[in-house]
Structures are given as structure tokens and as C-alpha cells.
T-cell receptor, first 117, second 115 residues
Framework: GAVVSQHPSRVICKSGTSVKIECRSLDFQATTMFWYRQFPKKSLMLMAT?????????EQGVEKDKFLINHASLTLSTLTVTSAHPEDSSFYIC?????????????FGPGTRLLVL | AQTVTQSQPEMSVQEAETVTLSCTYD???????LFWYKQPPSRQMILVIR??????QNATENRFSVNFQKAAKSFSLKISDSQLGDAAMYFCAYSYRGGSEKLVFGKGTKLTVNP
């Protein structure tokens, strides 16, 4: 139980294009999902908190017009990187808050590697 | 603001031995959660263990156990009978119980298991 999927797992795009990443909770409903960014050999940096049916809450320093987040249903959140540039290349990870036999916690997707050329 | 500190960038252990990873945190809250997550080379984050701050009993999950010292704001992870598959980055994380419960991560400890 508590499986989270991400699609695509890897994407390469040209500078200036937009890229959409999907995050799905497969076997539970998640009213709250989170988006993280991770640079090589670094920790996870929270970008934003996504709540179903409402606007996302962005962390300080994260451009909300560049990283568009939509949480349209209880099982799906999307992150769109608009007008991507090489500095946006990174590993993006989503998580969903859910409950299992181990209590309420965050379950993570497998991540999406974005490379902007 | 809450912070999580992992003072050991790298650790190594012999297979079948025991290793302890350190974590300290800073918060003014009294009700919160603490976690250890494992990130193997696949980069999939895996929950290792979870501790609720109001529980005095230390959490255990098979070979993994924690030493939770609330007053000292310390939350170390002990891995017993280390296995080659335990090799990974280990992240300590904190979340305040209430609101969105977003996670604050430490910088991680890279664990190497030597055969």
C-alpha cells in the first residue's frame, strides 16, 4: 500500500519549452502533496505544498510563475516547469501525505530527472 | 524556523556490525514527528522509521531502532546486523504536527557497508 508514481521518470527538453510532471497516489487519496527538488549529492529542498482544490503554497525563493502546480484531484498533482532553462535541470520528487499501518507520513514518488539543453 | 542537522556526511560499517547515525534538530514546538528516510542509488526515498514526539518509547522496525532524546533534541538511528543492501544516503527529517506537516530534511549521511 501507499504507492506514489511519477511520470515521466526522465525528460530531456530544449531551453524555452515547458515540461509537465505528474504525481499520482495509486492506492490512497492524498489531500496534500509536496514537490521537492534535489541537486546531485544534496538533500531535498521543498518547493511547494499542493492542496487539492486550492492554490499551492510556495516556499520562499521559489518562483510560482515558473513552477506551476495544480492539484486537480485527490490522487493527482502536476508540476509544470515553464520556459525551462539549463539551470532548471535537476531531480524533482513528489510526495503524498497518506496513512498506513505505520501512521500518517509522506510517501515519495520515484522522482523525475529533468535535463534542459 | 526548524532545522535538522546531520553531522556525519559519511559513515562506513562492516557487514553484520552495528552503526549509529546522528541527528539533532531545533524546534520550539512540542508536538511533532521525526523520521529517517533511506535513499539508495535508485533515488527512491524509502521510509525507514517514524517517531512521534509525544511517545517516550523509542521506535523500532526490525534491525532499525532510534534513540530519541526529546530534551536534548537528538534522534539517532541504529542499524543492527548491517547488510549490503543498507548502503544508501540516510536523511533525518522533522515535521510539525499540524498544518501541512511539511518535512524539513537534514543534509544526509552516506552509509557504506563493507563486505
Amino acid at each position: 500500500g501507499a504507492v506514489v508514481s511519477q511520470h515521466p521518470s526522465r525528460v530531456i527538453c530544449k531551453s524555452g519549452t515547458s515540461v509537465k510532471i505528474e504525481c499520482r497516489s495509486l492506492d490512497f487519496q492524498a489531500t496534500t502533496m509536496f514537490w521537492y527538488r534535489q541537486f546531485p549529492k544534496k538533500s531535498l529542498m521543498l518547493m511547494a505544498t499542493s492542496n487539492e482544490g486550492s492554490k499551492a503554497t510556495y516556499e520562499q525563493g521559489v518562483e510560482k510563475d515558473k513552477f506551476l502546480i495544480n492539484h486537480a484531484s485527490l490522487t493527482l498533482s502536476t508540476l509544470t516547469v515553464t520556459s525551462a532553462h539549463p539551470e532548471d535541470s535537476s531531480f524533482y520528487i513528489c510526495s503524498a501525505k497518506g496513512t498506513s499501518g505505520r501512521g500518517e507520513t509522506q510517501y515519495f514518488g520515484p522522482g523525475t530527472r529533468l535535463l534542459v539543453l | 524556523a526548524q532545522t535538522v542537522t546531520q553531522s556525519q556526511p559519511e559513515m562506513s560499517v562492516q557487514e553484520a556490525e552495528t552503526v549509529t547515525l546522528s541527528c539533532t534538530y531545533d524546534t520550539s514546538e512540542s508536538d511533532y514527528y521525526l523520521f529517517w528516510y533511506k535513499q539508495p542509488p535508485s533515488r527512491q526515498m524509502i521510509l525507514v522509521i517514524r517517531q512521534e514526539a509525544y511517545k517516550q518509547q523509542n521506535a523500532t522496525e526490525n534491525r532499525f531502532s532510534v534513540n530519541f532524546q526529546k530534551a536534548a533534541k537528538s534522534f539517532s538511528l541504529k542499524i543492527s546486523d548491517s547488510q549490503l543492501g543498507d548502503a544508501a544516503m540516510y536523511f533525518c527529517a522533522y515535521s510539525y504536527r499540524g498544518g501541512s506537516e511539511k518535512l524539513v530534511f537534514g543534509k544526509g549521511t552516506k552509509l557504506t557497508v563493507n563486505p
